[in-house]
């Protein structure tokens, strides 16, 4: 059982909130194993975490919770064992979100991170939350570099993404080109440069972003929809230009399974 | 103490390398906290109907139905209102022309009243009997639209929705909104 003292000012029914809630973690690499760390200290209750793939040597320097020992280990698998003694329960799933059963895993949940790689890994992450309705945060790091090697810049983001709000499209953070691309990148193999401390910086205020959606502790609290990190300039920023009004991209009204049924009339 | 046998076998044997995930048979509906807000208003007692009725437009999130997802408030109308001993009497067919209207885009309903007072509301005899001799029955050969009822309270509700042909309790999870300037949570 966590000992709760320090955190008082998330209130009691705060603390009731997240000791019943159920949080997924889409993707244990540089940015999900920091989230998923964080949130087991924070004890919630039901921590599901999703990824398919193995830890490999590379990923070490900035995956959270993961030894030289772990090598071709399943993440998830990994995570969930190393951070299993702070008092909730942590459920590794080896498998993707698009998967059946993880995808009714995630529509199950209070909320879910996504700490992914691709463009569209994204897109699909966020088209199943929204189905469900579900809140679905979104963390991302870019490291360019010239072709000297040099840093051309840093950007990042935190997307807080709830039903009728801002959706990564509408936010310019997912677009065709970009899923293109990322398609293209894909297939040349490019190792994307990532850091642990940025990663990190990023979850934290995702974590942040989490708890003021599920504790309300900041009272009436807004929650600015998306949070620009330019890791040249040391800063995270609201974007100033986020869209008013509803998405048009998943009107609420269509939320849900909406399978047409086809009736064939005899002719 | 499972918990601590889990440990202590992974500890001798090693850490399985995947376990499964619990996903119970659990039930929950998912609404946003404004279409929750308009619920709550639609059914506040008025001077000229006491216990107003309204109809929450719910669909499956997805074929497994273990969520069932709010996407519209509507009012009973007015003229499906009829006189009669209890609190609320209505004429089925309205609820009925309104169930065949939605199914089409897999839109199921629950017939929501309130009970006022704060705290875990319960359904009283005739609302179970609603629910039982109506909403269920809407559910009667489609299983690609939800259909039940729910009954509030100023700060709680219990929910029923049919799931394997038996009304089942469906837990209430209220989804952050979106204002003009931020998401209120």
Redesign the interface.
Same mark, same amino acid.
């Given at each position: 059982m966590m000992d709760a003292s320090r955190l008082s000012f998330l209130g009691a029914r705060g603390l009731a909130r997240l000791r019943d809630a159920r949080i997924a973690v889409v993707g244990a690499g540089g940015g999900g194993s920091h989230i998923v760390q964080q949130l087991a200290h924070l004890a919630v209750a039901?921590l599901?975490v999703v990824d398919p793939d193995d830890v490999e040597r590379s990923n070490v320097n900035r995956l959270v919770g993961a030894t030289y020992h772990d090598v071709a %280990?399943?993440k998830a698998?990994v995570l $969930?064992?190393r951070f =299993?003694?702070l008092g909730g @329960?942590l459920?590794?799933?080896?498998g993707r979100a698009e998967e059946?059963?993880v %995808?009714?895993?995630l529509?199950?949940c209070?909320l879910v991170f996504g700490a992914v790689d691709r463009y569209r890994a994204r897109d699909n992450l966020e088209r199943i939350c929204r189905? =469900?309705?579900?809140?679905y945060i979104d963390i991302g790091l870019t490291i360019v570099l010239s072709r000297r090697g040099a840093v051309d810049g840093i950007g990042g983001q935190i997307v807080?993404s709830?039903?009728?709000?801002?959706c990564l499209r509408c936010l310019g953070v997912v677009t065709d080109e970009n899923i293109a691309r990322d398609r293209e990148g894909y297939v040349a193999g490019d190792p994307e440069p990532q850091v642990v401390s940025m990663n990190g910086l990023l979850a934290s205020q995702a974590v942040t972003g989490a708890l003021?959606?599920?504790? @309300?502790f900041t009272g009436?609290?807004?929650?600015?929809?998306h949070l620009i990190y330019d890791g040249l300039e040391h800063t995270l920023r609201p974007n100033a230009f986020t869209p008013?009004?509803?998405?048009p991209h998943y009107p609420?009204?269509? $939320?849900?399974? %909406?399978?047409?049924?086809q009736v064939k009339h005899p002719s | 103490m499972l918990r601590w046998f889990a440990s202590l076998w992974g500890w001798v044997f090693g850490a399985p390398d995947s376990v499964a995930a619990p996903l119970e048979s659990m039930q929950r509906l998912h609404i946003t906290r404004a279409t929750y807000q308009e619920l709550h208003a639609r059914v506040q007692p008025r001077i000229e109907r006491g216990e107003p009725l309204a109809l929450l437009l719910v669909r499956f999130a997805a074929e497994s139905r273990q969520v069932l997802v709010a996407v519209g408030v509507i009012p009973m109308p007015e003229t499906a209102y009829v006189s009669g001993p209890d609190g609320a009497n209505f004429d089925t067919r309205a609820v009925v022309e309104l169930a065949n209207r939605h199914l089409a885009s897999n839109t199921g309903i629950l017939l929501v009243h309130s009970h006022g007072g704060v705290g875990r509301p319960d359904f009283g005899d005739i609302d179970r009997r609603t629910n039982t001799e109506i909403m269920a029955k809407l559910a009667i050969g489609i299983d690609t639209a939800p259909y039940g009822a729910m009954v509030l309270s100023r700060d709680s509700a219990t929910i029923v929705a049919v799931r394997d042909g038996a009304l089942v309790e469906a837990d209430l999870v209220v989804v952050p909104s979106f204002g003009s300037s931020g998401i209120l949570a």
């Open positions: 039901h599901h %280990r399943n698998t $969930a064992e =299993a003694a @329960s459920y590794p799933t080896v059946d059963g %995808r009714s895993l529509q199950t209070d189905t =469900a309705l579900v809140p807080s709830v039903p009728g709000g801002p003021a959606l599920l504790t @309300s009436n609290f807004l929650l600015p929809p008013e009004g509803l998405c609420l009204a269509e $939320a849900g399974w %909406r399978y047409v049924l | -």
